[in-house]
C-alpha cells in the first residue's frame, strides 16, 4: 500500500491482511518519536496488543546482538506463533525485523512499514531480510515476504536531506533499467521531486516498486539471473563504498557514482550513445547526485580489488549491467581490466585519484 496517511490506518491494514493478536513494533528512537503514537493508537482501535522495541541507529543494528535481543522481547512477551511483528523505520530496522519474524517460532507473521525512500523503493519489496556479520553486509539471512508493505509518503517529509536526495539514485536506476517513461518524469520534474511535492513522491514509489516487484517475482530467489539487472551501479558502487570506507558516502551516492562508470564503460564498448550519458549525467546533476568521488582520495586499485570481492560476483566472473538504451539494460563479463580501471576514473574528481 502505498500513499499518504497510512499509518493512521495500520490497525485496519492488518486485519484486511489476516492478522491477529499481539504486534510487536520495532523501530528507532528518532523513528518512534515522530511515527509510533500514531501507529500505536489504529493498531489498539482496531483490538491489537502492541509492544515497542527499540533498536540502535545505523547499520550496526543489523547484528547478532540485537537479532538475539528481539528475539529474547518477543519471548519475555509472550508472542506466539499467530502474533506478527511490524518494522517501522528505514532498511536497517526492515532488514532486522524481517530476520527476527522469519526465525522466531520458525517465523511469524512479518509487516514492513518503511519510512525512508530507499526502504519504500527498494528494501521493502523483495523479500530479502538479514543482518551483517563482522567480516561482512547481509551475509546471515532468508528471503521472507512480508505479509503487507505499508509506505506512508508523509514519512519522507521528516527525511534528511542528503539521504532523501541519495536514495533517488536508485529511482533512477529503475528508469535505467525498465522504464524511459520514469526517466522522462525525473527528467522533467527534479525540483518539485526535490521539494518532495506529495503527488510525485507517492508517482515515484509506486512506480519504482511495481518495478522492483515485477523483476523479483520472476526471480524470486536469485537463480534466473533476471533480478541481476537490479544491480545496475551497483558493481561499480559496492566498489567505491568499500573502498572509500562506508562512512565518507552514502549507499545512494556510492550507486550514483556507479551508474556514472557503467554508463562510461558502455559507451566505450559501443552499446550506449553518448547523447544518452548526456542525459543520464543531467539527471544527477538536477536531482543533485554525485557525478565523480571529491571525498578525499580514492585509490582505483583499490575500488577494482573491492569488485572482485563483491558477493554478487559468480565463479569468479565479474558481470557489469550495462545501459543499451535509457530503458533497457544488457549484461557483459569477461571486460578488460584496462576499460574497468578507466570506467572508475571517469567518476573520480581530477586530484581525487591516487
Ligand atoms: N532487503 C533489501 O532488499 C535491501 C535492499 C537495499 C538495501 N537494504 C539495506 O537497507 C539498509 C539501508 O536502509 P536506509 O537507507 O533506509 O537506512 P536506515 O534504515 O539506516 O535509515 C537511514 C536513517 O534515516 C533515519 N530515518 C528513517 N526514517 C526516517 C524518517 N521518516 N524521518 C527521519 N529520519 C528517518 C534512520 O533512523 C536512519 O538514521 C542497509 O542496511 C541495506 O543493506 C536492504
Ligand atoms: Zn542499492
Redesign the pocket.
Known amino acids: 500500500l502505498i500513499g499518504p496517511g497510512l499509518l493512521k490506518r495500520t490497525g485496519a491494514i492488518l486485519k484486511a491482511a489476516g492478522l491477529q493478536g499481539k504486534v510487536m513494533v520495532v523501530s ?1 528512537p ?2 518512534a518519536h ?2 509510533f503514537k500514531n501507529t500505536e493508537r489504529s493498531l489498539r482501535r482496531a483490538g491489537y496488543t502492541v509492544k515497542l522495541h527499540l533498536i540502535p ?3 550496526t ?2 547484528s547478532q546482538t540485537e537479532l538475539f535481543r528481539l528475539h529474547a522481547a518477543l519471548l519475555e512477551h509472550g508472542f506466539e506463533r499467530r502474533d506478527s511483528i511490524l518494522a517501522l ?7 532486522l525485523a ?1 530476520f527476527a519474524a522469519a526465525t522466531y517460532l520458525r517465523g511469524i507473521a512479518f509487516v514492513n512499514a ?6 519504500q523503493v ?9 543482518i ?1 556479520l563482522p567480516e561482512g ?2 551475509l546471515v539471512g532468508s528471503f521472507y515476504p512480508p505479509r503487507a508493505v505499508i509506505s506512508d509518503i508523509d ?6 536531506d542528503r ?1 532523501f536526495r ?2 533517488l539514485a ?1 529511482v533512477v536506476k529503475y528508469g535505467v533499467i525498465r522504464d524511459a517513461v520514469l526517466f522522462r518524469l525525473l527528467e522533467l520534474n527534479a525540483k518539485k521531486i526535490l521539494g518532495r511535492h506529495p503527488g510525485i513522491l507517492e508517482t515515484i514509489v509506486s512506480t519504482s516498486s511495481g518495478i522492483k516487484a515485477g523483476v523479483v517475482s520472476r526471480d524470486e530467489f536469485e537463480t534466473k539471473g533476471e533480478r541481476m539487472i537490479l544491480n545496475f551501479g551497483h558493481t561499480f558502487g559496492h566498489g567505491f563504498e568499500q573502498a572509500s570506507g562506508y562512512l565518507k558516502l ?3 551516492e556510492a550507486v550514483s557514482l556507479g551508474m556514472v562508470c557503467a554508463t562510461h564503460l558502455a559507451v566505450k564498448l559501443g552499446i550506449f550513445s553518448a547523447a544518452g550519458q548526456q542525459r543520464l549525467l543531467c539527471v544527477f546533476r538536477r536531482l543533485g547526485l554525485p557525478l565523480s568521488f571529491s571525498k578525499g582520495k580514492v585509490d582505483i586499485q583499490e575500488v577494482c580489488r573491492a569488485m572482485m570481492h563483491d558477493k554478487k560476483k559468480k565463479a569468479g566472473v565479474l558481470r557489469f549491467v550495462l545501459p543499451e538504451k535509457i530503458g533497457k539494460v544488457v549484461i557483459r563479463q569477461n571486460l578488460e581490466q584496462r576499460l574497468v580501471r578507466q570506467a572508475i576514473a571517469s567518476a573520480c574528481a581530477k586530484g581525487h585519484v591516487k
Open positions: 528507532q528518532k523513528i515522530l511515527y541507529n545505523g547499520e543494528a543489523k523505520g528505514g532498511g536497517v530496522t526492515g532488514d524481517g518503511g519510512t525512508t525512500l530507499l526502504a527498494d528494501s521493502s519489496i523483495g523479500g530479502k531480510t538479514g551483517n553486509k547481509n514519512t519522507l517529509k521528516t527525511l534528511p539521504e541519495a536514495s536508485e552514502l549507499h545512494g
